[in-house]
C-alpha cells in the first residue's frame, strides 16, 4: 500500500512537472519568443508602372489601375528595415528605386495620339509604414530533431501596410538621341507671367498595399508585395493643366522648350489642338505609381542570455511570429 500510495505520488509529480514545462515552453514560444526576432532586413527586386496623364490604355484617362499600360513597366528594387513593436504589427523603414515611363504613341486615343508626350523618370521613395499582420507564416514541426519529420505547413503569412513617405523624381524626355530635363523648361509656363508656380521634384506621398510571405527556416522567408502609391503632384509626367503660349516658352527656354512642350501632330479635324489655353492634362487627377517586388526576409535572432543552453534551445526552435 505505501509503495502504490509512493507510486501515484512519484507519477503525480512527473506529469505535473511535464505539464508545467510544456505550458511554460508554449508560453514562451507564443508570448515573448517573436521578440527574439523582432529585427528584420528585406531586399526586394521587382518591377513599377506609372498611373497618369501620359500613354495608358486606348481610352480617356481612368483612374486608379484600369489605365495601366503594361508596356512601360520598368525595374525597382528596394531595402528596408522591419521593428516589430507587436507580435503582428511591425514598423518598416525602406528605400525603393524605381523608373516610371509613359508615352502617348502607344495608344490609339484619338487625343492621347494627338498631344505626342512621353517621358521617363528615375523615383527614389523613403517610407515609413506599419504593417499589420493578419496571419504570419509558420514552419511545421516545433523542434529540429534528428530523424523525425514533422507535418510541414502550407501556411503563407498575409499583412497590410500604409504610412507616409517622400519621393524625389525628375522627368524627362528624349530629344535627338539625348535626355532633356523636363522641369526647367518650364513646358506649361511655369514661371512665366501668367503660369504656375515651378513644381518640386521632391513631393510626399502614401504607400500602402499588401504581401504574402512564405518561412523557408528560422531566420529566412520570401515574399511578394504590392504597393500602390498615392502622390499629391500631378507633375511625375511633367503633364497637368493647359497649353501655355509656346512662343512664351521659346523665349525663355529656346526651339528644343517649345517644341518638348508642344510636340503635337497636326490633324486637320482638330486645328486648334495644341494651342495655349487647350487642355494638356487633367490637374484632379493625381499621379500614382506602383511597385510589385519579389522579396527576401531576414531576422535578426537576439539572444537575452549569455547561457550556452538557453542559446542552444532558441536555435533548434522551429517557430516563425
Not at 515611363?101 to 495608344?107: E, F, I, K, R, V
Not at 512665366?192 to 502614401?206: A, D, H, V
Request: proline fraction near 3%.
Amino acid at each position: 500500500m505505501h509503495r502504490t500510495l509512493t507510486r501515484c505520488v512519484v507519477l503525480l509529480g512527473t506529469l505535473t512537472a511535464l505539464t508545467v514545462t510544456d505550458l511554460s515552453a508554449q508560453y514562451f514560444r507564443q508570448s515573448s519568443y517573436w521578440k527574439t526576432q523582432r529585427n528584420e532586413l528585406s531586399f526586394g527586386f521587382g518591377i513599377s508602372n506609372f498611373l497618369g496623364e501620359l500613354g495608358g490604355r486606348n481610352q480617356i484617362g481612368a483612374p486608379f489601375v484600369w489605365d495601366l499600360e503594361f508596356s512601360q513597366t520598368r525595374p525597382a528594387a528596394s531595402f528596408s528595415y522591419r521593428y516589430h513593436v507587436a507580435k503582428n504589427v511591425a514598423l518598416r523603414l525602406g528605400l525603393t528605386y524605381g523608373v516610371l515611363a509613359g508615352n502617348d504613341n502607344l495608344t490609339t486615343e484619338t487625343y492621347r495620339k494627338l498631344r505626342n508626350l512621353s517621358f521617363k523618370s528615375d523615383v527614389y521613395e523613403l517610407q515609413m509604414v506599419f504593417e499589420f499582420h493578419l496571419y504570419k507564416e509558420e514552419l511545421g514541426h516545433v523542434y529540429d530533431l534528428r530523424g523525425v519529420k514533422g507535418t510541414k505547413s502550407s501556411r503563407v503569412g498575409l499583412y497590410f501596410f500604409g504610412g507616409v513617405g517622400a519621393f524625389n523624381f525628375n522627368p524627362k524626355a528624349q530629344l535627338n538621341n539625348a535626355w532633356v530635363e523636363l522641369q526647367p523648361l518650364g513646358t506649361e509656363g511655369q514661371g512665366l507671367e501668367g503660369g504656375p508656380e515651378p513644381y518640386s521634384l521632391t513631393q510626399i506621398c502614401i504607400p500602402m498595399g499588401l504581401g504574402l510571405r512564405k518561412a523557408l527556416n528560422k531566420q529566412w522567408s520570401v515574399g511578394l508585395e504590392l504597393q500602390y502609391t498615392k502622390t499629391f503632384t500631378d507633375y511625375i509626367d511633367d503633364v497637368s493643366t493647359n497649353y501655355f503660349d509656346n512662343d512664351a516658352i521659346a523665349d525663355r527656354s529656346g526651339a528644343q522648350g517649345a517644341f518638348l512642350a508642344d510636340p503635337s501632330v497636326y490633324d486637320a479635324r482638330f486645328p486648334e489642338f495644341g494651342s495655349a489655353g487647350q487642355q494638356r492634362g487633367d490637374p484632379d487627377d493625381l499621379d500614382a505609381y506602383l511597385f510589385l517586388k519579389a522579396q527576401l526576409h531576414y531576422k535578426i535572432v537576439k539572444y537575452r542570455s549569455g547561457s550556452k543552453k538557453y542559446r542552444s534551445r532558441i536555435r533548434r526552435q522551429k517557430i516563425i511570429f
